[in-house]
Nanobody, 129 residues
Framework: QSQLVESGGGLVRPGGSLRLSCAAS????????IGWFRQAPGKEREGLSV????????KYADSVKGRFTISRDNARNTVYLQMNALTPEDTAVYYC??????????????????????WGQGTQVTVSS
């Protein structure tokens, strides 16, 4: 079964860091752009960052620019989201999506509102003292 699985979430103090992973199983990520999204309690889903299949193009939402970094290791079939300077407002379920068309993901429209080839179930990030 082809799927994306997120990991790396957890509880972190304000100002701390986490690195999330988005791993593919059953298919290879080489030909896919990847996006990270989140949904905080009581808030709408939000697009955070997108990376092209080659990794040479990235895009960030203003809310995370300068704090979050997206990267990928195609040899490991994994995309990462390094999150620094976390605040309680970053508390959310974080999930990733994959699509062959970069421009589709660059809209930052979150799934399932927008349809992508794959998306995962998410990993919980809680920022609290």
């Amino acid at each position: 079964q082809s799927q994306l699985v997120e990991s790396g979430g957890g509880l972190v103090r304000p100002g701390g860091s986490l690195r999330l992973s988005c791993a593919a199983s059953g298919f290879t990520l080489d030909d896919y752009a990847i996006g990270w999204f989140r949904q905080a309690p009581g808030k709408e889903r939000e697009g955070l960052s997108v990376i092209s299949s080659s990794g040479d193009s990235t895009k960030y939402a203003d809310s995370v620019k300068g704090r979050f970094t997206i990267s990928r290791d195609n040899a490991r079939n994994t995309v990462y989201l390094q999150m620094n300077a976390l605040t309680p407002e970053d508390t959310a379920v974080y999930y990733c999506a994959a699509d062959r068309i970069l421009s589709t993901l660059q809209t930052m429209c979150p799934p399932p509102e927008c349809w992508y080839d794959y998306w995962g179930q998410g990993t919980q990030v809680t920022v609290s003292s």
